[in-house]
């Protein structure tokens, strides 16, 4: 496979475009860790890129959906309730959270108390807020913990990347730009440590090559001898999100 390789959107629908001089027609594969990837033939038309994947978009949803399913095994019931513990794995900590109601003060406060307590007060009896509060705070938390494991990696093994954010994805659990941006998605944070480690060592690799070449994966493997095994692991590790944020909104 050449080292082409490009970002589309198609209606919401991201996808990396990959092009393959093996190729001999348009393909779409998808997976886990990369979601949506379109391989094409040499000197194919990307005017066609949009049709050709809204031609699949009910299959895509279907594998996506597939995928989701991993996420989690526990009770429907649970999956709205508001947690009482949050384990975040990724970044080694675990938080007791709190919730004291209070009609005076409008939306939701959220506060970091000593001995790792997450304190929510104002209108904790409207759920959608309570989540939303969540979600914002592991944004936060996962932007600054999750970034400096990634700015870590890369000083200590001397790859060079533009920018980092960390964004709530269903599909995909890292990209790379060919500027070297690195996204992580959010729910990493709830991934075992060694899992995490190796999203961030895939992506990092892309800044050395944009594709998945032999000279790629031979950079992962210098840096992850086991990458293989944390592959196949990964097509498994939604069931490390906790159902209250994969599945409570």
Known sequence: MSALSFRGNSSGIEYTVKVSSRARYARLKMSPVEGLTVVVPTGFDRKQLPALVESKREWILKVQRTFDKHRSTEPAQAETALPEAIELAGIGESWRVEYRYDPLRPGIFIRELDGNVLDLSGGVD????????????LKHRAKLKLGAQLMQLASSNGFKLSGI????????????????????????IFLPPPLVRYIMIHELCHTLHMDHSARYWEAVARY?????????????????VPAWFSGAR
Do not use: T
Request: proline residues 2%; hydrophobic residues 35%.
């Open 165 to 188: 954010s960390v964004k709530k994805q269903k599909s995909r659990w890292g990209s790379c730009s060919s500027r070297g941006n690195i996204n992580l998605n959010l729910k990493l």
């Open 224 to 240: 992850d001898p086991d990458y293989a095994v944390h592959d196949r692991e990964m097509k498994h590790a939604w069931r490390f």
């Open 126 to 137: 409207n759920r959608a807020w309570c989540f939303e509060a969540l979600e914002q705070w």
